[in-house]
C-alpha cells in the first residue's frame, strides 16, 4: 500500500452533519472492493447534530484488526474540523502522522455561549505541526460552499487525500464505488468535489 506498510491506521473525524461517517463508508467499501481487510469504528461526542464524530478506518493486506485504533497508532487523520483534528492528534497520532485538516471551523454552543473560548488558528496551526510529520490545510467547506452545498466539504477532503496517494486506493477506483452510490446529478456532483479536493493538494 502507499505507505509501505501491512497496515494503514486512518482516523475521519468531524462534527455531526459534516459526512464523515459516510464518507468512512465509501472509502471502506472501495478497499474491500480491492481485497483489503477493512475495519471501521466510530465513536460519538454528543448525539445531535454538531457533536463529535470520529470514524477509524483500519486497513490491512493480510487480515481483519480491531475497530478501533490504538492510542498513538494513528497514520492519518482527516480533520473536517480544525479543533476536532487537533484532538484526535493529540491522542491517536505520533511523529509520523499525516493530517489534512479543513480551515473552516466549526465554534460549539459552549463557545458561541462565552463559556469556552475556540483557539486561534495560529495556536492550531503550531499544535498540528509540532504533533505530526505533515500537515496539509484544505480549505473545503469555502469550496464546497461555491459548489452550492458545505456538505460537499467531506468529499473534497477525501479527493485531497487520495491525491496524496496515501492510501492504497486510486481517485480512479474511488470514483467507481461512488458510482456504485449515488445516482445522475448527486453522482455529478460527488464527483465535481472530489476533483475540486484533488487540485487543491496538486503541486
Same mark, same amino acid.
Given at each position: 500500500m502507499?505507505?509501505?506498510?501491512?497496515?494503514?491506521?486512518?482516523?475521519?473525524?468531524?462534527?455531526?452533519?459534516?459526512?464523515?461517517?459516510?464518507?468512512? $463508508? #465509501?472509502?471502506?467499501?472501495?478497499?474491500? =472492493? @480491492?481485497?483489503?481487510? *477493512?475495519?471501521?469504528? %466510530?465513536?460519538?461526542? !454528543?448525539?445531535?447534530?454538531?457533536?463529535?464524530?470520529?470514524?477509524?478506518?483500519?486497513?490491512?493486506?493480510?487480515? $481483519? #484488526?480491531?475497530?478501533?485504533?490504538?492510542? =498513538? @497508532?494513528?497514520?492519518? *487523520?482527516?480533520?473536517? %474540523?480544525?479543533?476536532? !483534528?487537533?484532538?484526535?492528534?493529540?491522542?491517536?497520532?505520533?511523529?509520523?502522522?499525516?493530517?489534512?485538516?479543513?480551515?473552516?471551523?466549526?465554534?460549539?454552543?459552549?463557545?458561541?455561549?462565552?463559556?469556552?473560548?475556540?483557539? %486561534?488558528?495560529?495556536?492550531?496551526?503550531?499544535?498540528?505541526?509540532?504533533?505530526?510529520?505533515?500537515?496539509?490545510?484544505?480549505?473545503?467547506?469555502?469550496?464546497?460552499?461555491?459548489?452550492?452545498?458545505?456538505?460537499?466539504?467531506?468529499?473534497?477532503?477525501?479527493?485531497?487525500?487520495?491525491?496524496?496517494?496515501?492510501?492504497?486506493?486510486?481517485?480512479?477506483?474511488?470514483?467507481?464505488t461512488?458510482?456504485?452510490?449515488?445516482?445522475?446529478?448527486r453522482?455529478?456532483?460527488?464527483?465535481r468535489?472530489?476533483?475540486?479536493?484533488?487540485?487543491?493538494?496538486?503541486?
Amino acid at each position: 500500500m502507499a505507505t509501505k506498510k501491512e497496515t494503514c491506521n486512518l482516523i475521519i473525524t468531524g462534527v455531526g452533519g459534516q459526512g464523515n461517517v459516510l464518507s468512512s $463508508q #465509501l472509502i471502506g467499501q472501495a478497499l474491500v =472492493g @480491492k481485497g483489503y481487510f *477493512v475495519t471501521i469504528g %466510530e465513536t460519538y461526542g !454528543a448525539s445531535q447534530r454538531g457533536g463529535s464524530v470520529m470514524s477509524h478506518i483500519r486497513i490491512s493486506s493480510r487480515k $481483519q #484488526l480491531s475497530p478501533l485504533i490504538p492510542r =498513538g @497508532k494513528a497514520d492519518i *487523520v482527516v480533520g473536517l %474540523e480544525p479543533v476536532e !483534528a487537533l484532538r484526535v492528534l493529540t491522542v491517536y497520532g505520533n511523529s509520523q502522522t499525516v493530517v489534512l485538516s479543513n480551515t473552516r471551523p466549526i465554534y460549539p454552543v459552549d463557545v458561541t455561549s462565552g463559556d469556552e473560548r475556540y483557539p %486561534e488558528p495560529e495556536e492550531i496551526r503550531k499544535a498540528l505541526k509540532d504533533l505530526s510529520r505533515k500537515v496539509y490545510y484544505i480549505a473545503a467547506t469555502d469550496k464546497a460552499m461555491e459548489m452550492g452545498s458545505s456538505i460537499l466539504g467531506n468529499m473534497i477532503m477525501v479527493g485531497a487525500l487520495l491525491e496524496l496517494n496515501l492510501l492504497p486506493l486510486s481517485p480512479a477506483e474511488f470514483r467507481e464505488t461512488l458510482g456504485r452510490n449515488f445516482k445522475e446529478a448527486r453522482l455529478e456532483t460527488n464527483l465535481r468535489a472530489l476533483e475540486e479536493g484533488r487540485r487543491t493538494v496538486r503541486a
